[in-house]
């Protein structure tokens, strides 16, 4: 298996002729508006424009995974961080098979894709000869995340290949920590960019539940959702730094953008 990353929280899982994109923001640099205007610097959002070698996995893609979309069903408010609207456009030229939550399948439908796999929270389906779980999400801490667009983390194990749990955006919570523990995931893709809004508490996990939970995962991390958001703090380096302290570095790849990380089984 090889990881793909492009930016934020889109990457490309490849898995021998399989190639399954992640929550696809493909949009241009500064094509979506800031997230935040008060509690971090104002700048118009993707922050990075995508790497030079999106165009050559992107053209390989067959398969889609979306996390989370909406909330409250309104347009307006599509997390557009995880499904923008070039995103939107290149699944529906490709006609790219998508898997979500069903809660997210009719939005996702009547926005034009093609939603081929609707998944319930912990009720393992067939998927691409091996099977996927959908795990809850929980977008934030405290009241904020009633208005959030929660969503689902996914657990997949294909045939062969090294079993990955996409996280999403989500704290750390009894749901996540039970995933670790009980389906011990080779690797755990962590939303580590401990976001906020202007109001309310963490959207993301903040740093020493980032820590919690590469400290709770079975062996190898990815980190991502980083510096391609203005309201994401956390950076690379201070990542980096803190895993150190803990001994943790060892465990958790931190990629650039467009850097491949390929994963076997031991």
Not at 28 to 53: Q, T, Y
Not at 224 to 252: D, G, I, M, W
């Amino acid at each position: 298996m090889k990881v793909h990353h492009l930016r934020n929280a889109t990457f490309v899982i490849e898995s021998k002729d399989r190639f399954i994109l992640v929550d696809p923001m493909l949009g241009e640099k500064g094509s979506l508006p800031p997230f935040s205007f008060i509690r971090h610097k104002v700048a118009r959002n993707p922050l990075v424009p995508l790497p030079d070698n999106a165009p050559w996995i992107l053209d390989k893609v067959s398969h889609c995974l979306i996390t989370h979309s909406h909330t409250f069903g309104l347009k307006a408010l599509q997390h557009t961080d995880h499904l923008d609207k070039a995103g939107e456009n290149f699944l529906k030229s490709k006609n790219t098979p998508v898997a979500c939550r069903g809660g997210d399948a009719g939005y996702l439908e009547k926005s034009g894709l093609n939603v081929a796999v609707q998944l319930e929270f912990w009720k393992a389906q067939p998927f691409l000869g091996g099977k996927i779980t959908a795990v809850p999400a929980r977008h934030g801490h405290g009241w904020i995340h009633k208005t959030m667009a929660n969503g689902a983390g996914y657990v997949l194990e294909l045939p062969g290949e090294p079993s990955i749990y996409i996280s999403g955006d989500t704290v750390y919570t009894e749901d996540v920590e039970k995933t670790l523990r009980e389906l011990k995931p080779d690797i755990a893709v962590v939303a580590s960019g401990s976001a906020r809004m202007d109001v309310g508490g963490p959207i993301l996990m903040p740093l020493h539940e980032i820590l919690e939970f590469v400290a709770n995962s079975p062996k190898w991390v990815i980190a991502n959702h980083l510096e391609a958001l203005n309201h994401c703090s956390t950076t690379r380096s201070l990542l980096r730094q803190e895993l150190q302290k803990q001994n943790f570095l060892k465990k958790t790849f931190i990629p650039e953008d467009g850097d491949i990380i390929p994963i076997s089984i031991d």
